[in-house]
């Protein structure tokens, strides 16, 4: 005689993918059929396939009927009844938010090795490291001649030296804009400060040579900055040592200091420790990618042009103790304010795609730069459409699937927040891979991270494993939590209502295109 069990559905997103893979594979452990009737909506399912039970539309608070007929009925009803009673232990508590140092969820699932830094400017870069010697006050002081031809000529050197320095500033005030112009002025504002000339002359009559009067006026300009309580003036002593070498090199010559700016030959992530503004201007801006520094404040004036050039830039970062090899690709990405040192080949790949869908929305912006202009008020955009279908995409794993399929939808301004949106994707998988069987995963998630729910399609160029099951489509659904009440589960319901066809299955996998893709499939949901 059959077995009835009746269940009310606790389940605060319903009956989806994980808990209908759960029930599917603990009924097909039974060989007694098992019927799964909602009540409300008056669906059956199959409670032996996860699919149907998805199509069964069942929602918290559904009552549902399950019916087991068969020789291990009573057992398989035992099983099915304790499954049922724990399912809702099953959701996760959500992941705490983290805020300097966060990693996105689909780099965290490549384990990389990070060292932290802060943030300058965002952007990432991979490239060769180069490290850049830098000059502090010290050595200028250690590497001084010692020498002093007398008061006349030393006061002579040191006059020379400044109109020299002058003439450049000048010059490159003529080939200079924004705040790369700024910058020079203020430096050669410094450099014609009437007390920092008359310091210097000052330490010149007290019998030194120009070479130490330079270096100590501009020390005690630097200990008076260093006593504000203003962490913007205190970061002016970078620029002080700026003007301290090229005033000693105009006055020198360029030689004296030993100070040729280094030579990029090929795209370069940069490390220095005290990077003056001269130096970083000096640098091969076609080749320099990336900035890695252990000392500069996010207000120095070498941290301001950074910004302003678009360099990806760290500061903090302790690299002395690091080995890096010249010829070894590292990576800097300041974004997340992490810098990788030795990435495998499964972060390189991350990264080279992440470079280039930062590079498609940069280009897309530009495009739609006047349309946004006047557009008022914000359009609703249909749950499907041919920019949301992704043909034979080449994705070598389900994280990569999954973070090229929300890149989309941040390229097609669905999101805005597309980390926070994978977040919330894989916060479903971890727990209950939303595979379904024929070559089908349906990966998804009600999020308020997406301005528009959409359906998002991709083919692959090649099967790739989705819990322990080889898949070659994906469907994945991003439903907006102003969406109306059930309207995830709805949507999902659906889809595996058109999954379960095995006409329309079929016809999905003869497509020929995107275009192909998108008519099939808007056809079938407007039935």
């Known amino acids: ?58 929602l918290l608070n559904d009552e549902c009927r399950i019916t087991l007929d068969g020789e291990d009925e009573q057992q398989a009803a035992a099983r099915l009844h304790a499954l049922l009673a724990d ?30 830094g802060t943030r300058i400017h965002p952007g990432a870069a991979i490239a060769r490291p180069r490290v850049m010697q830098s000059l502090t006050f010290a050595d200028i002081i250690d590497r001084n001649p010692g020498h002093t031809d007398g008061i006349e000529s030393e006061t002579a050197r040191f006059r020379a030296g400044i109109a020299s320095l002058r003439g450049e500033k000048q010059h490159a005030l003529s080939q200079t804009r924004g705040i790369e112009h700024d910058l020079i002025a203020a430096h050669l504002t410094l450099i014609d400060d009437g007390e920092f000339q008359e310091a210097t002359i000052g330490y010149l009559n007290d019998g030194m040579n120009a070479w130490s009067a330079i270096a100590r006026v501009s020390l005690d300009v630097c200990q008076q900055l260093e006593q504000s309580s203003s962490r913007y003036l205190q970061e002016r002593t970078l620029d002080m040592l700026d003007i301290a070498t090229q005033l000693i090199g105009a006055a020198y010559g360029e030689r004296a200091l030993d100070r040729s700016p280094l030579l990029l030959t090929e795209p370069t992530i940069v490390f220095a420790s005290y990077l003056t503004p001269s130096l970083l201007l000096a640098l091969d801006r076609s080749r320099l990618v990336g900035l890695v520094l252990s000392s500069t404040g996010k207000t120095s004036h070498t941290a301001i ?7 990806p830039t760290l500061a903090d970062v302790d690299f002395a103790p690091l080995t890096l090899d010249a010829g070894q690709l590292i990576v800097i990405d300041a974004e997340s304010g992490i810098l990788i040192t030795h990435p495998d080949e499964n972060v390189l790949r991350y990264y080279r795609h992440e470079m280039a869908v930062q590079q498609a929305m940069q280009q897309r912006l530009r495009i739609n730069a006047a349309i946004n202009k006047d557009q008022t008020g914000v359009i609703e955009k249909p749950l499907l459409t041919v920019e949301t279908i992704l043909w034979r995409m080449d994705a070598r794993d389900k994280n990569e699937a999954i973070k090229m399929m929300v890149d989309n939808l941040w390229l097609q301004q669905r999101t805005n927040a597309r980390d926070k949106l994978c977040d919330d994707i894989w916060a479903r998988e971890v727990p209950f891979p939303t595979v379904v069987g024929s070559g089908f995963a349906i990966p998804h998630a009600q999020s308020d991270y997406i301005h528009h729910s959409t359906l998002s399609v991709a083919t692959l160029r090649r099967p790739i494993a989705w819990g322990g099951v080889l898949v070659d489509t994906l469907f994945m659904l991003t439903i907006s939590k102003d969406a109306e009440n059930n309207a995830h589960m709805k949507h999902f319901s659906t889809l595996a209502r058109m999954l379960m066809n095995d006409e329309f299955v079929s016809r999905i996998k003869q497509a020929k295109g995107p275009k192909a893709l998108y008519t099939l499939i808007s056809r079938t949901l407007a039935c």
């Open 1 to 58: 005689m059959a077995v009835s069990i009746t269940w009310l559905c606790e389940l605060d997103e319903g009956i989806h993918a994980r808990p209908a893979g759960y029930i599917a594979r603990l009924c097909n452990l039974f060989q007694a059929a098992i019927d799964w009737e909602n009540t409300r909506t008056g669906l059956r399912a199959n409670a032996k396939s996860a699919l149907s039970l998805i199509a069964s539309d069942t």
């Open 87 to 116: 399912l809702p232990a099953f959701s996760m508590q959500p992941e705490p938010v983290t805020g300097q140092g966060y990693l996105p969820r689909c780099l965290r699932e490549l384990n990389p090795q990070v060292i932290q």
């Open 305 to 311: 042009l950074a910004r302003s050039l678009g360099i």
